[in-house]
């Protein structure tokens, strides 16, 4: 089993930028396809972006296409979410989220999920 604990979540004004990281223990972190989603008040929880094990392999959601970048630092057992020109939509709980095996998109083929953390954008 994997544990996920997200950070980096705050409030910031439209076009700014917010660093999340997604802190895994428990298992090795390598064997593990990586995923951020996120949901907003009264909407379901979507896709963000994903990245595979070693981190080869990225898939962003046509919504933050451009703005938001995937990464992971395996030897720090961390995953990370940049997000650039920040838009009052993306205001949401961004949750990160883990599986073996080849990384998708849909929110029931993850095992693992964190807490979750605030992001708030401001017009």
């Known amino acids: 089993q994997v544990q996920l604990v997200e950070s980096g979540g705050g409030l910031v004004q439209a076009g700014g930028s917010l660093t999340l990281s997604c802190a895994a223990s428990?298992?090795?972190?390598?064997?593990?396809?990586m995923g951020w989603f996120r949901q907003a008040p009264g909407k379901e929880r979507e896709f963000v972006a994903s990245i595979n094990r070693i981190g080869g392999s990225t898939y962003y959601a046509d919504s933050v296409k451009g703005r938001f970048t995937i990464s992971r630092d395996n030897a720090k057992n961390t995953l990370y979410l940049q997000t650039n020109s920040l838009k009052p939509e993306d205001t949401a709980v961004y949750y990160c989220?883990?599986?073996?095996?080849?990384?998708?998109?849909?929110?029931?083929?993850?095992?693992?999920w964190g807490q979750g953390t605030q992001v708030t954008v401001s017009s």
């Open positions: 428990g298992r090795t972190f390598s064997n593990y396809g």
């Open positions: 989220a883990a599986r073996s095996g080849p990384v998708y998109t849909g929110v029931g083929s993850y095992s693992y």
